[in-house]
């Protein structure tokens, strides 16, 4: 070998003894061996745990690696659009945005917080969350995803996303949402609801046909890294489409119901009604709601502000709040709004006072314990035997002798009681149940309650009960389930089942359901029918009758008015209500109108008959002839037409004027006519003085409608026709000599300015108190 | 290298001199050619790892790690194969040098502490301008050489307290105090197991072996118990109980062995491919180092872990074998000491990342990123290939 000298004699004998004491020993070689065992069993240990993770728990740990490894974001569906039920928009959504903010990414990416919330908040101001709001969403480090402002409007949007181009910022996000619109406002706020911020029905329709109008949300997931942005290499994106909701067409009619708030609102005015109004239009033989109001209302296109409520009522609230509410943070606000949020029509009970006595008078005829040719004798009060109780017709005089009709036109309580008394107790409940009266109707609406009535034993177990009940007293029902029950008994006998649902659309406009009536049973019979509508209808049109207040010219109205005292209130006051329907011989719609707690100081008598009637006369009228039904009017109720004056000379003009029945006032020195007031085609009462011009002169400042409430005819139409307004009556004859016989309602209101010769339309009641009923 | 052939007729000298046939001798070439695969492997795998994590935090330079460990291999290779081939490097060199090499890391051990830089754990490194030197990967060799010459020293009196025990209980005091000082807690389990490993191989008796190992596991039990001298022995065993505990300490310190499990188990039996791994986008901590073998459970599966542990378990295998059929007593310790430091090392690491023991801080040979700990395992792996040297 190269690198050492050639070994010496010594240097072998040295190195083999070296060797020989260097050479491994045998327990070295056996405990070596040892180890490599004790290895190889540790690696096999190791390997069954890899066994264990990766084979037998494998699945495991891929969901979880997913679940970590993916972001899911939403894609909302777009939410079906309300149509009323000649397809005018009711309820849309469009696009909006969601800002969320990310804490995880403002510690990553070192952004200001402070700045971030404040500009953000300064920039929406009331449309997301505030500066105090904000910051603390900042504390929750681990989340990818706090939300401070949802439904944001699109311009709005492009503000925050220039806000996050300029910062670059990081933190920051906006993701597409959608906002619910609700184009007619107020109208039928309370029937179609609103959605809350997830997009969810929370009231209403929104609310009941919430899985129809929702559709199914789609995604969009992506594979991130544990920082959230996109995983390099790694493309993943998956899209899961979204499913639109079905759009609704309710039966509501948007006109309908605009007429019915619009005089329920005038009735609220004109008759200082403390708590509210209601009123609901339903098509007579189907069932179809065809409008359903409770007034107040609200906007819900910001169904939370509650700045719309009057301070009063949320003193009044703030009473009510329970030691238990106040505990859970319940505000007198919130309770209020939730008040205003809620459809009374469907969900409140009431007393309905002699409105019932229709009920009691079919369910009388069709069990044949009455007939159309029985009397009833009325000396004011009736006692039943062993009773204490005395109960009083509203007429303490009595009504004396009267026939079935006059014993409905008069309402007369005493006359009631003696049909219920001859229906029975039973008899008088079987009716009640075929009639719907103890059943919820099954409309389809969210919060529907159902009536008050005792047990059937404590009922039946003496007549006291059935005497209150006869004509309408102590027990409680839904406004729905009366209008319900006499659209039966005015349809030919049939108890339909109440609707709002007209149809289901996809949204590319094929029809998923037709929504059919329902019949539920035949309550009465046909005839019964026929004459309880002919009865009804003299309860209107008779001279005596409580419901003269309801008529509408050219038509013929059948109906019954109604007060019920408000149970369990101390301070005396009541729901005064008329239902009506029309035609009178072949029903089209029916009109329930409630006003709740009516002040007496408004002027009126507090009866159905002198506030409620004159409401629905107005429904109908408007309503009927928009529904192109035609009128028929009697010769007293013809108005005159205005015809064109206008060129003639006035010796032609005053000739074709006063055929008309109407008279002339020339203004101006001229021969032929320039200019006239009122308008052509203006309609006027017979009997008006319409003014010509034959040079200039017509004054063309503005004129303003004053306040002709309660007045009589005669000086009404002196006060209009003063400052150069013309008027034309509807409701009851314009009696001139009848001092009970007033304005209750004017088509402008006070202080409204109009054009010099505009015509007034204004509603004659008679407010007699010995037609009208009271409440003894 | 001129390699007479062997046509010695002495019956005595039938077998040549060891010396010169190891220095004449081959070197093994499949321990040296399995060495070569893992590492190739290895570098594969931590060019998977550390890309993503490069690339989002480098700003997209994602090639860094893999370049430095890609250098630091080719010194190492180097390294390796001048001392398996230099015949300068033989038993008697590693013999007579193994004192003043064992000292003077020992000293840089102790240096670390005035002069040494911290990253992340504890103060392990001495900046060298070029690279960072940790010594407590350095001791790890030069303590088997030291240890294997003082074991060959005593002969018989292995089997004594005084010459087969207490020396190596002394020596791992100092080195274990020094690391904890650091602190690095996770090395002292190597020293302690490696020596307790050579300990057992050079002939310590059995019963004092035993002692020790109770001793120790009464220790370690007392201090999971105690919470002393540090709660995070008590923290680690929470969380290795049940890494998705709802204990609070679960929930803060698991979230590297949660995600290193649902790396491994989410690779299944064939693994998500090469380069797919998910977990490496910032999920899992540490996934070019310790954690590194977690990444090779998700991209190869159950199958290609396996394949990985085989080849540590062949590299181990031949070493023994190797340690076997060495011709000293000191080249069968040494051999044996160096491989069942890598045998403690791999199987600790797979155990840490599989959740078959606690969390603690053990890189995986020729796998993790590291330049000091490559250059010692390659120069490791070219001590056993030169004092194998012609044995095979």
């Given at each position: 070998m190269k690198q050492d000298k050639p070994l010496t004699k010594l240097d072998e004998i040295r190195e083999s003894k070296r060797k020989k004491r260097n050479r491994p020993g045998k327990q070295v070689l056996r405990r070596t061996t040892v180890l490599l065992i004790i290895f190889g069993a540790l690696f096999v240990r190791a390997g069954f745990q890899l066994f264990d993770l990766q084979y037998v728990r494998a699945d495991e740990f891929e969901r979880m690696a997913i679940n970590q490894q993916t972001r899911e974001v939403d894609i909302p569906a777009a939410r079906g659009t309300i149509y009323d039920t000649n397809g005018k928009l009711l309820a849309q959504s469009a696009t909006a945005y969601t800002v969320f903010i990310s804490p995880k990414e403002l510690i990553t990416y070192e952004e200001d917080k402070t700045f971030i919330a404040r500009s953000l908040a300064d920039l929406w101001g009331e449309a997301g969350n505030s500066y105090e709001q904000i910051i603390p969403k900042w504390d929750k480090t681990t989340s990818w995803y706090e939300k401070v402002a949802v439904r944001l409007e699109p311009e709005l949007t492009a503000k925050v996303r220039s806000f996050i181009a300029e910062n670059k910022l990081k933190s920051v996000h906006i993701a597409e949402d959608s906002k619910r619109y609700y184009p007619a406002r107020s109208l039928a706020s309370q029937l179609l609801g609103f959605v809350g911020d997830e997009n969810t029905g929370l009231s209403g329709l929104e609310a009941y046909y919430e899985s129809t109008l929702r559709g199914i949300g789609g995604s969009t997931v992506r594979a991130t890294n544990a920082a959230g942005t996109d995983m390099i290499d790694l493309q993943y994106e998956n899209y899961y489409d979204a499913a639109d909701g079905n759009a609704i067409a309710i039966t509501i009619d948007s006109t309908l119901q605009y007429y019915l708030e619009k005089h329920l609102s005038r009735a609220i005015i004109d008759n200082k009604v403390k708590n509210g109004a209601m009123g609901i239009m339903m098509d007579v033989n189907t069932g179809a709601v065809l409008a359903a109001a409770t007034l107040p209302d609200f906007d819900p296109n910001k169904f939370s502000d509650s700045s719309i409520i009057p301070e009063e009522t949320i003193t009044r609230y703030e009473g009510t709040l329970t030691d238990k509410e106040r505990e859970a943070g319940v505000s007198a606000q919130t309770k209020a709004l939730q008040a205003l949020w809620k459809s009374r029509t469907f969900s409140d009970t009431y007393e309905p006072g002699s409105t019932f006595k229709i009920i009691t008078l079919a369910a009388a005829l069709d069990a044949g314990v009455i007939s159309v040719n029985d009397t009833f004798f009325c000396g004011g009060s009736y006692s039943l035997p062993g009773d204490p109780d005395v109960r009083h017709c509203w007429k303490h005089s009595g009504h004396g002798s009267q026939t079935l009709y006059e014993a409905a036109q008069h309402s007369c309580n005493v006359a009631f009681i003696q049909i219920g008394m001859k229906l029975g107790a039973k008899g008088f409940y079987d009716y009640i149940k075929a009639l719907g009266l103890q059943d919820k109707t099954g409309i389809d609406f969210i919060g529907e309650e159902n009536g008050l009535w005792w047990p059937e034993s404590d009922f039946y177990a003496s007549n006291s009960s059935l005497a209150s009940a006869s004509f309408g007293q102590t027990f409680n029902i839904t406004p729905i389930q009366l209008i319900t029950a006499v659209s039966a008994i005015a349809n030919g006998g049939n108890l339909m089942k109440p609707y709002l649902l007209k149809n289901i659309t996809a949204s590319d406009g094929t029809i998923l359901k037709e929504n059919k009536p329902t019949v539920?049973?035949?309550?009465?019979s046909e005839e019964v029918s026929v004459l309880v509508r002919d009865i009804l209808e003299t309860v209107v049109s008779a001279p005596s009758g409580t419901g003269k207040n309801a008529r509408v010219a050219g038509y013929r109205v059948a109906g019954k008015t109604g007060t019920g005292e408000k149970i369990g209130q101390a301070s005396n006051e009541y729901v005064v209500s008329f239902i009506g329907f029309a035609p009178a011989d072949d029903p089209k719609i029916a009109v329930l109108v409630l006003l709740d707690s009516p002040d007496r100081t408004a002027g009126n008598a507090v009866s159905g008959g002198a506030m409620a009637a004159p409401v629905v006369s107005s429904v109908l009228a408007d309503s009927l002839d928009y529904l192109g039904i035609p009128p028929n009017f009697t010769s007293e109720e013809i108005s005159v037409t205005m015809p064109n004056a206008k060129g003639m000379n006035i010796s032609e003009a005053n000739a074709k004027i006063q055929g008309l029945g109407i008279t002339a006032r020339i203004y101006g020195n001229g021969s032929t006519v320039t200019d006239q007031v009122p308008a052509v085609n203006e309609e006027l009462d017979p009997g008006s003085q319409v003014i010509l011009y034959t040079e200039s002169g017509k004054p063309s400042e503005l004129v303003e409608v004053p306040n002709i409430f309660g007045l009589t005819y005669t000086r009404a139409r002196g006060e209009l026709e003063a400052i150069g307004l013309f008027i034309k009556t509807v409701g009851v004859n314009p009696d001139g000599a009848k001092s009970t016989i007033i304005t209750a309602r004017q088509s402008f209101d006070p202080g409204t300015e109009v054009a010099y010769g505009t015509v007034v339309i204004v509603t004659l009641i008679d407010n007699d108190p010995n037609v009208l009923e009271g409440r003894g | 290298m001129t390699a007479e052939p062997n046509n010695s007729v002495f019956a005595e000298d039938a077998l040549p001199d060891y010396r010169e046939k190891a220095a004449a001798g081959r070197i093994d070439f499949v321990f040296a050619g399995f060495t070569l695969l893992t590492l190739a492997v290895g570098l594969v795998m931590l060019l998977s790892a550390s890309y993503a994590r490069a690339f989002y935090e480098d700003n997209g330079s994602p090639l860094g790690i893999f370049i430095r460990q890609l250098g630091f291999s080719g010194l190492g290779v180097a390294a390796m194969f001048a001392i398996a081939l230099f015949p300068k490097f033989n038993e008697r060199f590693f013999e007579k040098w193994s004192p003043i090499t064992f000292f003077a890391s020992l000293i840089l051990l102790a240096a670390v502490l005035v002069i040494g830089t911290s990253e992340g754990g504890g103060k392990r490194w001495i900046n060298l301008g070029f690279m960072n030197l940790q010594p407590s990967e350095l001791v790890k060799y030069t303590m088997v050489l030291y240890f294997a010459r003082r074991m060959c020293s005593v002969g018989k009196k292995i089997g004594t307290i005084s010459k087969g025990v207490a020396p190596y209980v002394g020596w791992l005091v100092v080195i274990c105090g020094l690391l904890i000082a650091e602190p690095h807690v996770s090395a002292c389990i190597i020293f302690i197991a490696l020596t307790g490993c050579m300990m057992f191989q050079a002939g310590t008796r059995f019963r004092y072996i035993a002692i020790l190992l109770i001793l120790a596991s009464i220790a370690a039990y007392g201090m999971y118990k105690t919470g002393f001298p540090s709660d995070y022995i008590t923290e680690r065993v929470i969380v290795y109980q049940d890494p998705w505990g709802d204990s609070k300490i679960a929930e803060d310190k698991g979230y590297q062995t949660r995600q290193s499990l649902i790396a491994v188990g989410s690779g299944g039996l064939l693994g998500l491919g090469l380069g797919q791994s998910r977990q490496k986008h910032l999920y899992l901590p540490e996934e070019h180092n310790d954690f590194i073998f977690a990444i090779v459970c998700e991209e190869f599966g159950l199958i290609g872990a396996i394949i990985v542990m085989l080849l540590f378990g062949i590299l181990i295998a031949r070493g023994y074998w190797l340690a076997i059929k060495s011709k000293s007593k000191f080249s069968a310790l040494v051999i044996a000491g160096i491989t069942t430091q890598l045998g403690i090392q791999v199987f600790l690491n797979i155990s840490v990342v599989t959740n078959l023991i606690p969390c603690t801080g053990i890189s995986l040979p020729l796998?993790?990123?590291?330049g000091s700990a490559l250059l010692c395992q390659l120069g490791g792996m070219g001590i056993i290939l030169a004092l194998s040297r012609g044995t095979c």
């Open positions: 539920v049973r035949q309550a009465v | 796998f993790s990123y590291g």
